[in-house]
């Protein structure tokens, strides 16, 4: 058994807490994304699915080029190999798990 503490997760620079979970004995990953309105990702990709948990706030998923609002109390799974970005829509600041099902994150970012 492990217990993490959230604040051991986050990175030097800041940003999201992010579990890689080889570092914890853990076949899966995620990050815990806290973002201010306005804030998210950009466009990237990943080999497998990811999975998207919104606890607080509203994104806008912009998934293989179509536009997606997705509202505290939903999931989202994106398929394995789609290019995707999101941005936090609400007034708030967004709580929001994303899960990747492997034990080391892989991440491709799009470049125009």
Do not use: C
Not at 13 to 27: D, H, K, L
Not at 77 to 93: C, G, L, M, Q, Y
């Amino acid at each position: 058994m492990k217990i993490v503490k959230v604040q051991d997760i986050v990175r030097p620079g800041g940003g999201s807490p992010r579990f890689e979970g080889a570092q914890f004995g853990a076949s899966v990953s995620f990050f815990i994304v806290m973002s201010l309105p306005g804030i998210g990702a950009d466009k990237h990709r990943h080999p497998y699915d990811e999975t998207f948990i919104i606890h607080e706030g509203v994104i806008e998923a912009i998934v293989d080029g179509e536009r997606h609002i997705v509202e505290k109390g939903h999931i989202l799974v994106i398929p394995a190999n789609t290019w995707h970005e999101f941005k936090n829509r609400s007034d708030k600041p967004l709580l929001m798990v994303n899960i990747h099902p492997v034990a080391q994150m892989v991440q491709e970012d799009w470049t125009p």
